[in-house]
């Protein structure tokens, strides 16, 4: 019972420490806000959007995205970590969607020197990925921001749709998921009302700095969910 109420503290205060920074008033501005980056994190809008201690993670994340090789889709390339994994793996195309500018000139840096195909995509997964047609991909890795109030701690929920339709039969989603260490009920059922029935896990040890405004706990979940 204590263990439940110190998770719904801790989502309770990083939900609150989004709310108090405020979310971007249009979709415009968080495509023209800079892109801060330093040696360990992304900060836009003044959000931290990616902080590196999440770097053993973003590489169980790619090698679920890439356990079939193919054609792999990434949502959100941020601060390139989990694309530079993708890339390490066996696959024959890399599409990634960015919505942010700065970080999208990044991207496209990123592209020239990547081993494997990269196609980049500028744009909201939300406006861009309707003129990707059906069963195109392998692998999905989703990993974007809230960017409203309504979004926090489920901002993946409304691509679980989506995802289903854009994977292969016998294709992979992962994400980062907001859980530590199961799905909770609410996620669980936005998973089966997409389509997916197979869905299963891998809990990852992490480390954030007591500091982190945006993740309290030692664990993480991975999910592998099969199409
Ligand atoms: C958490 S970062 C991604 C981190 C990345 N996995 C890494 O390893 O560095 C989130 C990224 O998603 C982008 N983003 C946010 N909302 C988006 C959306 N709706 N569509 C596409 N990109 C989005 C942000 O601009 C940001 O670059």
């Given at each position: ?31 023209d806000a800079k892109a801060n980056y330093s040696e ?123 995802a289903y339709r854009l994977l292969k039969n016998g ?49 993480i979940v991975a999910p592998i969910v099969r199409k």
């Amino acid at each position: 019972m204590a263990k439940k109420r110190k998770f719904a503290d801790a989502r309770q205060e990083t939900f609150e420490t989004r709310k108090k920074i405020g979310f971007p008033s249009s979709p415009k501005k968080w495509k023209d806000a800079k892109a801060n980056y330093s040696e360990h994190e992304l900060v836009i809008n003044n959000h931290p959007v990616m902080e590196d201690w999440e770097s053993d993670y973003m590489q169980v994340l790619a090698s679920i995205a890439c356990s079939q090789g193919g054609k792999v889709l990434e949502i959100g390339f941020g601060m390139g970590i989990s694309s530079g994994y993708i890339q390490s793996h066996d696959i024959v195309e890399h599409v990634i969607i960015e919505a942010n500018s700065d970080v999208f000139d990044k991207l496209i840096e990123f592209a020239k020197s990547a081993p494997e195909k990269v196609t980049p995509i500028f744009g909201f997964w939300q406006n861009v990925t309707k003129d990707l047609p059906d069963e195109t991909f392998d692998g999905i890795l989703f990993d974007t921001y809230p960017l409203q109030e309504s979004e926090v701690h489920k901002n993946h929920f409304d691509f679980f749709v989506e995802a289903y339709r854009l994977l292969k039969n016998g294709g992979i989603l992962t994400y980062y998921s907001d859980e530590i260490n199961d799905f909770s009920p609410e996620h669980r059922l936005a998973l089966e009302r997409s389509g997916f029935k197979n869905i299963n896990m891998q809990i990852c040890d992490v480390n954030p700095p007591a500091d982190c405004l945006y993740w309290k706990s030692k664990t993480i979940v991975a999910p592998i969910v099969r199409k």
